[in-house]
T-cell receptor, first 114, second 110 residues
């Protein structure tokens, strides 16, 4: 069974630009969560999607948005990038069924804003 | 509000020595508990999880953790560490969402 795929692995953007990150969950998983990881703030929850609906959201400004498609793939978008948005963005595929209950993480997208 | 506290930011230990990484959680509802490991420039790998049942949970790479409801703790242990265990370890709890502790860097010295 393929794991969680995040693309791209690395990105360099300029302040003021926007960026879109992609996440393909494990086949059959209908829930995807996004996290931002920085040295200063650690792992912070961005949002969670289930069957194309956002069912939970963290404390991030409206510049951070996401969506989930009918095939469960998810994208997150950050508009008007700031230097402080430089981080590792992690996506997790979630299932609440059976022995595999829990979250499986992708390798992340390293975003650098210059 | 749900929160997770990892009591040590760094734990240095010699190779083949035992280690304990401490984690306390705070929640007014039932939680599911997890330990993850992260190697540099990689995602998070699940070590073990507690959902219900036996309070002693065994995971991969020889790690185990004990759920203690009265002390709201979920400490991670390994009886004998290896150099390759050097990494950052995260404790996490899920109530209505997955919340992480700040992480503990385990440094194994030869």
């Amino acid at each position: 069974k393929a794991g969680v795929t995040q693309t791209p692995r690395y990105l360099i953007k300029t302040r003021g630009q926007q960026v879109t990150l992609s996440c393909s969950p494990i086949s059959g998983h209908r829930s995807v969560s996004w996290y931002q990881q920085t040295p200063g703030q650690g792992l912070q929850f961005l949002f969670e999607y289930f069957s194309e609906t956002q069912r939970n959201k963290g404390n991030f400004p409206g510049r951070f948005s996401g969506r989930q498609f009918s095939n469960s793939r998810s994208e997150m978008n950050v508009s008007t990038l700031e230097l402080g948005d430089s981080a590792l963005y992690l996506c997790a595929s979630y299932t609440d069924r059976g022995p595999n209950y829990g979250y499986t993480f992708g390798s992340g997208t390293r975003l650098t804003v210059v | 509000a749900q929160s997770v506290t990892q009591l040590d930011s760094q734990v240095p230990v010699f190779e083949e020595a035992p280690v304990e990484l401490r984690c306390n959680y705070s929640s007014s509802v039932s939680v599911y508990l997890f330990w993850y490991v992260q190697y540099p420039n990689q995602g998070l790998q699940l070590l073990l999880k507690y959902l219900s049942g036996s309070t002693l949970v065994k995971g991969i790479n020889g790690f185990e953790a004990e759920f203690n409801k009265s002390q709201t703790s979920f400490h991670l242990r390994k009886p004998s560490v290896h150099i390759s265990d050097t990494a950052e370890y995260f404790c996490a709890a899920r109530g209505n969402k997955l919340v992480f502790g700040a992480g503990t860097i385990l440094r194994v010295k030869s």
